[in-house]
């Protein structure tokens, strides 16, 4: 059995169903892996619901899905570098990443460290290589003060992780539930909201260097306010304040290589990176696991599992 979620035309949760589907072939530089999990992120619920059709429109029916980890079922004919039973991190851009059985090229695939749990490994490829990108887009050198906004967030936990070991000393906006886990991560919490200048400017004064935004409504002008040279914010999400502004915007298509999954599965094996896991669905309740997301509130990852 080959399950996999597919929708057949734009719109909310509801449009998403786990059909059962054919086996697929591996072509000659592919490997089919059998999933052990699959991360979730806002950018698949905003291409289901069509609000990028004009940059990257769906042919229907669509599967879902970008990140991935799991076990090498069937090799194509010229892969030399990994065989059958491997266990492997990786990435699809075939959006069908959420089944059993995904199709993969060979060089969007990395092993997977043994103390690289298959949530953390599953959750890996979107929210690491965006945050890798943010961080090296902001260019921090030690010393520097940098503010991350949707600090615990799937992208966010990540980069403030990535600034600190750049040297950085970091603020992360975040909601109170979360400030006890950037603090334990070495990252001073600031809460969002009404006053949030000021309450930045108490711990840092003027000498804040770098921004990055992973939550957008108004982030990248408060940079600007505070200081913020334009060539030292990036934003992923204010694609429209960015252009106004002239900051930043590398993400996910900045840094999507098997070689940047690679670094962060390291740094994940050696202790020095931390995936937060906020919940686990079974594949079947994918509708609710979108939903979880959509409140924006998640600390670290949502994972699905086959
Ligand atoms: N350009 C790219 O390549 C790229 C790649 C990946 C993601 N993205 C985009 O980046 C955004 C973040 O993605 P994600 O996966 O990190 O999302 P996520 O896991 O849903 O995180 C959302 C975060 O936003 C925070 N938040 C909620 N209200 C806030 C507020 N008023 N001010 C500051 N933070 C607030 C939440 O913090 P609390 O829980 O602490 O309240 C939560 O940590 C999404 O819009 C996504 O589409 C872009």
């Given amino acids: 059995m080959n399950r996999a979620v597919r929708f057949e035309k734009y719109g909310d949760v509801d449009v998403l169903r ?20 699959a991360g979730i992120n806002p950018g698949e619920a905003a291409i289901r619901e069509g609000a990028m059709a004009a940059q990257w429109p769906t042919t229907f ?7 991935l980890a799991g076990v090498i079922e069937e090799v194509g004919d010229a892969v ?6 491997d266990e492997i991190i990786g990435f699809t851009n ?11 090229d060979a060089d969007h695939l990395v092993r997977r460290p043994a103390h690289v749990s298959w949530e953390q490994a ?41 600034a600190k070991m750049a040297g950085a000393k970091v603020m992360g906006l975040a909601g109170a539930e979360n400030h006890a886990w950037l603090a334990d991560h070495g990252v001073i919490p600031i809460a969002y909201g009404d006053g ?23 982030y990248v002008d408060l940079a600007l306010q505070l ?27 900045a840094a999507a290589s098997a070689e940047v999954l690679g670094k962060l599965a390291d740094l994940i094996e050696t202790g020095r990176l931390e995936i937060p896991i906020a919940k686990v669905y079974p594949l079947a309740a994918v509708r609710e696991a979108y939903r979880d997301l959509a409140h924006r509130h998640t600390h670290g990852k949502i994972v699905l599992v086959p």
Avoid: C, M, W
């Fill in 18 to 37: 786990v059909a059962d589907v054919d086996r697929p072939a591996p072509g000659a530089n592919q490997v089919l892996v059998r999933v052990k999990a």
């Fill in 61 to 67: 029916p669509s599967g879902q899905g970008s990140d």
């Fill in 80 to 85: 030399k570098n990994f065989k059958v039973g």
């Fill in 94 to 104: 075939n959006r069908a990443s959420q089944a059993d059985l995904v199709v993969v």
């Fill in 122 to 162: 599953g959750a890996l490829f979107v929210a690491g290589t965006t945050a890798y990108a943010a961080v090296r887009a902001v260019s921090l050198r030690a010393g520097d003060t940098v503010i991350v906004s949707g600090a615990a967030g799937g992208v966010g936990s990540i980069a403030v992780q990535l």
């Fill in 196 to 218: 949030v200048a000021d309450r930045i400017t108490a711990v840092a004064g003027n000498k804040i260097d770098a921004f990055i935004d992973t939550f957008g409504g108004g």
């Fill in 227 to 253: 200081g913020v040279a334009p060539d030292r914010i990036d934003t992923i999400i204010d694609f429209a304040a960015a252009a106004k502004h002239g900051v930043k915007t590398e993400g996910n298509g």
